[in-house]
């Protein structure tokens, strides 16, 4: 038996697996089996502040019909002691074979010639669109004026770009070769020091994240598709991506209509920005922006900017997801000072699971915990992150705050 199969093998009494249908569609058992992964550092607080809320929801929700069978998958430092291996390949097949999966935040691990475990995750198993829900739960503190008028969604492409690590140090063998291949056979005037970089961008990559946000918008009825880009410079990378969108969303039918169409009449409007501009947009005029679909290195500026918009990274849930898996997980690290504290916010891991709740197309649970959530806060008992910036808030620990949001549902 490979590991692969033996984590369906042993589903606790009443769970069954999600499996994916042909045509691409999750299809959901009312007691489905999920994957977690408890995460480092501040890892288990989270965890199980998390945990109590999401359960909490379902049983409300659905009155006992549902429930979610919580599996442990083993990464991190806890994996290591158990197996000798950060991200033992059980780990890799559970998510894929279980579909769906809560994580918390990986230490990096140090020495070793290690790379990040987050982003070798989603390497492995291909989870090729970040998506980030950006919205305001009132209460939490904000930089601006209307954090209100924020509710966005953004899809960033999680496997190509600049990002995707295809690089070479000033002065090494592969530079050099690069650049003399590029000057010598196409023209180009590079110092022969330069280091080197390179950005792939390609058709089949970019319409699959995009159809994944348009898809999205469809299903949520949401008023506008906005395409962020720096074609201006980069036309054959990012032009291209922003042509490809359009393209893409052409082959709906007439579902999307383009900005500015005077004859649209309940569509949904693609439209495209140039990314310097989107970053003023999101400032000066959130409220026309609905979801975003962008590359890479675009995507990763503009997700930080506008959590930190509604309140910053501590509450900023996040997903990475491909067509075999998705793995929902808390935006920030794991925080090693304050770990086994039972001190840190929980809402960043809390509001990932919501988005796991929607995922599996449980709605009436999801939408139980953003409005307890933001209840809990503006009760003043809150983590010491926000009671330091509400005034006369009151400091509670992290399992605490979990138990006030349950109280508030
Ligand atoms: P971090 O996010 O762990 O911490 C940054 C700051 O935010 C710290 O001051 C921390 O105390 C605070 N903070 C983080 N989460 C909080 C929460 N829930 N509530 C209140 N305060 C919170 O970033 P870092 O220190 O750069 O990284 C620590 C480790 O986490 C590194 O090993 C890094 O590689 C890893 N990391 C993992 C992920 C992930 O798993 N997705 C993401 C980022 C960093």
Redesign the pocket.
């Known amino acids: 038996m490979t590991s692969n199969e033996s984590i369906l093998a042993k589903l606790p009494a009443g769970a069954s697996a999600i499996t994916i249908d042909a045509a691409g569609a999750l299809v959901v058992p009312d007691q489905p089996a999920v994957g977690f992964i408890e995460?480092?550092?501040?890892g288990p607080d989270?965890w199980a502040a998390t945990r109590l809320v999401l359960d909490a929801a379902v049983s409300k929700a659905f009155s006992g019909a549902r429930r979610l069978h919580w599996l442990e998958l083993l990464a991190g430092e806890k994996a290591h002691q158990a197996t000798g291996e950060y991200l033992p390949q059980a780990t890799i097949e559970g998510i894929r074979d279980l579909k769906v999966a809560l994580?918390?935040?990986?230490?990096?691990p140090?020495g070793g010639g290690f790379r990040?475990?987050?982003v070798t995750l989603r390497q492995v198993l291909d989870l090729y669109a970040c998506i980030r829900p950006v919205r305001y739960i009132p209460g939490v503190p904000s930089p601006v004026k209307r954090p209100q008028d924020v509710d966005m969604v953004i899809f960033r492409e999680n496997t190509e770009d600049v990002y995707a690590g295809i690089e070479w140090p000033a002065g090494s063998p592969e530079a050099r070769e690069v650049v003399q291949f590029l000057n010598d056979k196409l023209g180009t005037h590079l110092d022969p020091e330069a280091a080197i970089g390179i950005k792939p961008m390609s058709r089949t990559k970019t319409r699959r994240l995009v159809r994944m946000a348009l898809e999205y918008a469809l299903a949520q009825g949401r008023p506008s598709v906005t395409l962020v880009h720096k074609g201006n410079i980069m036309k054959f990378t990012e032009g291209a991506f922003k042509d490809w969108g359009y393209e893409l969303a052409a082959e709906y039918g007439g579902k999307f209509a383009p900005e500015g169409d005077e004859a649209a009449q309940d569509q949904i409007v693609i439209k495209d920005r140039i990314a310097d501009n989107m970053f003023q947009q999101a400032l000066l005029r959130p409220a026309d922006y609905s979801v975003l679909a962008m590359p890479n290195l675009n995507g990763d500026y503009l997700s930080d900017a506008l959590a930190a918009q509604v309140g910053g990274?501590?509450m900023a849930p996040g997903a990475n997801i491909g067509d075999d898996a998705a793995l929902f997980?808390?935006?920030?690290?794991?925080?090693?000072?304050?770990a086994g504290q039972d001190?840190?916010?929980?809402?960043?891991?809390i509001l990932s699971g919501v988005m796991l709740l929607e995922h599996l197309g449980w709605a009436e649970a999801a939408q139980l915990i953003p409005t307890a959530l933001s209840k809990a806060i503006q009760a003043g008992q809150v983590?010491?992150?926000l009671a330091r910036q509400i005034e006369g808030a009151e400091e509670v620990a992290c399992s605490a705050f979990a138990r006030q949001v349950v109280e508030h549902m």
């Open positions: 995460g480092d550092g501040i989270i994580k918390g935040p990986l230490t990096t140090v990040s475990l987050n990274l501590g997980e808390a935006t920030h690290g794991s925080a090693p000072k304050y001190k840190v916010n929980p809402g960043s891991l983590t010491y992150d």
